[in-house]
């Protein structure tokens, strides 16, 4: 049995940070033997093991793959965190930050990653922090995804489960306001209220993994007291990656510690570990192929003998999104590219966007993707939908004789985008007509959600389908 911490030896201790860091990216230094082997002495301990040895060959033969791997992981992990940490941070995003992105009167989206989020502290911190902002009865679109490498920690975030210590620093109407007190067994625990933890997605994601499971850009990146566990070219590696996950002039924010000043060519360091991504510099770029615009916005000129109420047919093209509360067919003709159909069915409003990828299927989805998906669902519910209550449906990707197999694929990649995203979104998705040997004529009608298919070469052919 384990029972003393100098039994780690160098060889051994060697052989787990080498392990450690290709999994975790985790860079040990020798100073932190005492520290791996007293984490590690409690795994042995719960599988009654005798030495490291045997522990680092049962791990491995394990592979890495599996849940050993991910509890030993769990083992090595700092999980240091507390509500309001750094709160100048929060103080920033409060004041300044959330105020300036309001003076935009078209913008309702706010997309929001806590990453290393540890047992949830900073992600609820985050989502208090844009409430009190915003006022509790706001209008806008607002995500926050909250991830860990660590599942145990997730998990208690997930949960949202704290001793009423842990919020002796907050005030007491927040704690009025985002906690509900426990009672006879959760006597001395408090919980966070739903409402707060409806705004949080939480998922696994390690850092260090060349390709995140992500499909969307964010306007800000929190990303504290994580990089001082790497070393510097995994660091600058992940700064740079943050950068293009953020949208133009996004924010990343990181520890106190971590200073990446030396990025300056990309980041604009704004004092107190707070970053913007310079214009023009590595983010992801903004389209300029989407424009978007709302039938309150432009002017029809109705006949004088138009019945109360008249069925606008406003057309959209690839590259536009355009919604509506007001009676009208809104029509894409697709012979390549997806179109994107959302509305609200109390409401009675709703869009249609049309994704096409200029660069074809070589190019990522996203670029043109998200900004498409974001505006569609915003402007939406800028103009009374709501957002919980919004349905899609997909159309397009038709599979031409005339296509190249790189159109056929391109079709396939951005209906795959749109689905994933739509599940990030939470917005059901009604029904699908993807594929197809032909043009078509989409008619969507955003107050009933009825879509209207017709082949576009063949005006004479019956429609092939009506939903
Ligand atoms: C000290 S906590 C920071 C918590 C919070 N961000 C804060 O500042 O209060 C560091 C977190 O980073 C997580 N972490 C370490 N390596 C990671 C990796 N490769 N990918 C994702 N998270 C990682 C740990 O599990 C831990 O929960």
């Known amino acids: 049995m384990i029972t003393a911490t100098q039994q780690l030896t160098d060889e051994e201790f060697a052989a787990f940070r080498d392990l450690i860091y290709r999994e975790a990216g985790i860079s040990l230094s020798p100073a932190k033997r005492t520290l791996v082997a007293s984490r590690l002495a409690k795994r042995l301990r719960q ?68 990453a290393g989020c540890s047992t949830g502290e900073e992600p609820y911190t985050i989502a208090i922090t844009v409430l009190e902002a915003l006022g509790v009865s706001h209008d806008w679109d607002v995500r926050i995804l909250a991830s860990d490498i660590d599942t145990e920690v997730l998990a208690k975030a997930e949960a949202g489960m704290y001793p009423l210590e842990s919020l002796e620093t907050l005030s007491e109407s927040i704690k009025r306001k985002y906690f509900l007190r426990g009672s006879g067994s959760l006597n001395g625990m408090c919980r966070v209220r739903p409402e707060v933890q409806r705004m949080i997605d939480f998922r696994r994601i390690n850092l260090i993994e ?135 069915p109390e409401a009675g409003v709703g869009g249609m966007n049309h994704i096409l990828l200029p660069g074809g299927s070589s190019q990522d989805p996203t670029q043109f993707g998200v900004p498409a998906m974001e505006r569609l669902v915003a402007e939406t519910v800028r103009i009374g939908g709501n957002r919980s209550r919004l349905r899609a449906k997909l159309v ?3 599979e031409l004789e005339s296509h190249s197999a790189e159109a056929r694929d391109t079709g396939r990649q951005i209906a795959e985008f749109i689905r994933q995203w739509m599940t990030e979104a939470r917005i059901p998705i009604e029904g699908e007509r993807l594929g197809g040997k032909q043009p078509l004529d989409v008619r969507f009608f955003p107050q009933t959600g009825r879509v209207r298919l017709e082949p576009a070469t063949m005006p004479d052919q019956a429609a092939p389908n009506q939903d």
């Open 47 to 114: 599988l009654n093991m005798d030495s490291y040895a045997e522990y680092y060959e049962f791990v491995v033969r394990e592979g890495n793959r599996s849940d050993e791997h991910q509890q030993m992981i769990n083992c090595i992990t700092t999980n240091k965190t507390e509500f309001f940490r750094e709160p100048h941070h929060f103080d920033y995003l409060r004041q300044r930050l959330i105020p300036q992105m309001a003076a935009n009167p078209v913008r309702r989206t706010l997309r929001i990653w806590s």
């Open 210 to 344: 060349d390709s995140w499971p992500l499909r969307t850009t964010f306007d800000m990146v929190f990303c504290r007291n994580v990089l001082i566990y790497f070393d510097r070219p995994t660091q600058e590696r992940l700064v740079q990656r943050f950068s293009d996950r953020l949208n133009p002039e996004g924010h990343l924010f990181l520890g106190h510690s971590e200073n990446v000043a030396w990025l300056a060519t990309h980041l604009a360091a704004l004092g107190n570990t707070i970053y913007r991504l310079r214009p023009g510099a590595r983010g992801t770029p903004k389209p300029t192929a989407v424009m978007m615009s709302s039938l309150a916005d432009v002017p029809r000129k109705l006949p004088p003998s138009a019945p109360a109420v008249v069925r606008m047919e406003r057309p959209v093209t690839a590259g536009e999104v355009y919604v509506t509360n007001k009676p009208a067919v809104i029509h894409a003709r697709i012979d390549r590219g997806v179109s994107a159909c959302v509305y609200d």
């Open 396 to 398: 397009g990707a038709p």
